[in-house]
């Protein structure tokens, strides 16, 4: 990305900054606040207001839908152009990048117009684990390999909690399946957190995981492989996801609309729910789920209204 020459030293001090966060945070700082600077080209900071962010943010949206568009086209699968949009968190996260980067060049105050789009009143619902099944059952490709690549993400997002970017990135030497119970080791490169999480892995799962792996013919560290042998990346695991969702006519309802559930949906937030739901201690989720703090762990989960009228009081129960 060029960085304009009035901007340079901005960023270079602004990256010196960053040095002390999270990888994923300098990653993800650096490349939005890149894209902005891109943007206003040789604007002067002090010149900017909140139209300039209001025109990047349409631009952005428009260069998204396009890309998302073309992606969906060449896998051979049709969306509704009105269901693409920037998630909330990605929109956040860029005026967070934004935020931090106007305050250290002394406009703390630009970055007031800069509102963070607060999150629906009550998270979308759990993926149930039929669903999930119906999902991951569908066939999108001749080569039977293939399809249980597919089959056994998909089961991996739901069972484990994984991102979709460690999914993608997984290797073989990460797994902890010589013996029960059998986990996985996700590196502190991968995660939001400094520390190295560890995640639980299915029985089931790892099952027809090792068989996978006997019928694969390469010899990659990966996990999961795209048909060349290559590792997989984060968006065609989007894609399949979603297609295959449609296929099985699996939904969920978000502003308005019915669309295919995200990994993230069909992923983490399905495990936190469910393990709740099974009346496993919050704490032990957000350590699950590498959380920094309880509160982030509480914006995934919803309750089932049968446990929730379940509910004994106290005084009745023994």
Known sequence: MLIPELHEIE?????????????????AY???VANFLSF???KPLKDLSKKDFDLFFDAWEKKHKELELEKYKQAGVQIKEESIKLSRTTRNLFKASLKDFLKENGLAE????LKFQKPASTP????????????????????????????????????????????ATLQKSSLQILQKPYSCIVEAKNSKNKDE??????????DDLKKYFKAR?????????????????????????????????????????????????LGRRSFATKLLNKGINVKVIEKLLRHSSLA???KYLSIDDENYLNTVSPLDSD
């Open 11 to 27: 960023f270079e001090d602004f990256k010196l900054h960053l040095k002390e966060k999270a990888p994923t945070t300098i990653e």
């Open 30 to 32: 650096t490349k939005n």
């Open 40 to 42: 206003i080209k040789e």
């Open 110 to 113: 630009l970055g007031k117009e």
């Open 124 to 167: 979308s619902k759990a993926i149930s684990k039929e669903d999930v099944i119906k999902i991951s059952g569908q066939k999108l490709h001749k080569n039977p390999l293939l399809n249980e690549r597919n089959r056994l993400c998909i089961l991996a997002l739901y069972s484990s909690g994984f991102r979709i970017n460690e999914l």
């Open 197 to 206: 999480g560890k995640l639980i892995l299915s029985n089931e799962w790892v």
């Open 217 to 265: 013919k390469d010899n990659s560290e990966f996990v999961f492989v795209s048909g060349t042998g290559r590792p997989l990346s984060v968006n065609s695991l989007r894609v399949f996801c979603y297609s295959m969702s449609v296929m099985a006519k699996v939904f969920v309802i978000k502003n308005g609309l019915k669309i295919a559930p995200s990994t993230h949906c």
């Open 296 to 298: 982030i762990t509480e």
